[in-house]
């Protein structure tokens, strides 16, 4: 595996600005996803919080990448929700992380196990890492194209007892897990993001769309 770097204060705000994106597109959308989860009751089911949570995530980052001209889109594929930026070759997918999502000192997991699509967007990225020219020379001669999107993972963690939403921008190298149920636990870069205390939860008037933007991928 290669070596993990970890990305702080200000080499975290370079880094996320040449990923074509910036701090305020986290914080925006995870205050969101606070308000969000709020809206749960007690006569809910007991995942809806949690669920509600992580659909606001997807929907305000979006938002707040979409809203200027900076080269960002979405798409579907395999069940995974991404956002992408082909000029950039990157995208993103967001799921919650365990109780060391964000912590510098920490070796987080994603919180539940993920199936077999994640783990092949995790061996793209690994691909790509040892072989950047996008294209492997296979033993007899030919080449083998590879998909030349990395895709980082945004984990977020909410701690109850910290009043608080951890989260960080990380490009996964890795999975571990038994009997089929495998964790993203290995990262070959993690971008620590500010934690959004609770009390930051926002909400905006509701939009309609009228027209949906949508793009297709395909893994190769």
């Known amino acids: 595996m290669l070596p993990l770097q970890i990305f702080t204060d200000d080499k975290s705000t370079d880094k996320l600005a040449h990923l074509g994106l910036n701090v305020d597109d986290f ?12 809206r749960s009751s007690p006569l809910h089911p007991r995942t809806d919080a949690m669920t509600r949570g992580w659909s606001e995530v997807v929907a305000a980052f979006r938002e707040s990448v979409l809203s200027d001209q900076r080269g960002w889109n979405y798409t579907r594929s395999d069940g995974l929700e991404f956002t992408i930026n082909s000029s950039l070759g990157l995208s993103v997918i967001i799921t919650s992380g365990d109780k060391d999502t964000g912590r510098v000192d920490g070796f987080p997991k994603t919180k539940n196990s993920k199936g077999s699509a994640t783990e092949n ?4 990225n690994c691909t790509l890492e040892l072989f950047p020219s996008n294209s492997v020379e296979m033993s007899d001669g030919h080449d083998n194209s590879i998909d030349s999107t990395k895709t980082y993972v945004l984990l977020y963690h909410f701690d109850l007892g910290e009043n608080e939403v951890r989260c960080e921008l990380s490009l996964p190298g890795g999975m571990s897990g038994m ?19 609770f009390s930051a939860a926002i909400t905006v008037p509701e939009k309609e769309f009228n027209e949906e933007i949508e793009i297709e991928i395909s893994r190769k």
């Open 27 to 38: 914080i925006y959308a995870i205050s969101r996803a606070i308000y969000e989860s709020r």
């Open 121 to 124: 967007l995790v061996s793209a």
């Open 179 to 197: 009997d089929g149920h495998n964790k993203i636990s290995h990262w070959m870069e993690r971008i620590i993001l500010p934690s959004v205390p």
